[in-house]
């Protein structure tokens, strides 16, 4: 199960933006199911930041939010309010 979280953040934020990212992805690291996650800027859009995470299915994800919750309510302002749970389709890994 793949989790996308979009954030819209000031240039002036970012380097506060990264240090809170790293905190929350060592947080949901620690819970079970995590398999792996990322922070990640778009190039095109460099105000636009993404918290990837991959999870082995979608009540782990929902559970470590929940635990998540306290150090990721700073950065909900931030949020770009859409759904962020999304179930694999199809994998296909590189050769």
């Given at each position: 199960?793949?989790?996308v979280i979009r954030y819209s953040v000031p240039?002036?934020?970012?380097?506060?933006?990264?240090?809170q990212g790293?905190?929350?992805?060592?947080?949901?690291?620690?819970q079970p199911g995590y398999q792996r996650g990322r922070l990640a800027r778009?190039?095109?859009?460099?105000?636009?930041?993404?918290l990837v995470s991959e999870w082995e299915g979608a009540g782990f994800y929902?559970?470590?939010?929940s635990a998540a919750?306290?150090?990721?309510?700073p950065l909900m302002i931030l949020m770009v309010?859409?759904?962020?749970?999304?179930?694999?389709v199809h994998?296909?890994?590189g050769a």
């Open positions: 199960m793949l989790a240039e002036s934020q970012s380097q506060d933006f990264v240090k790293h905190a929350i992805l060592d947080l949901l690291a620690t778009s190039v095109d859009e460099p105000n636009l930041w993404a929902r559970r470590a939010l919750r306290m150090v990721m309510y309010n859409e759904p962020s749970a999304y179930e694999d994998v296909r890994d």
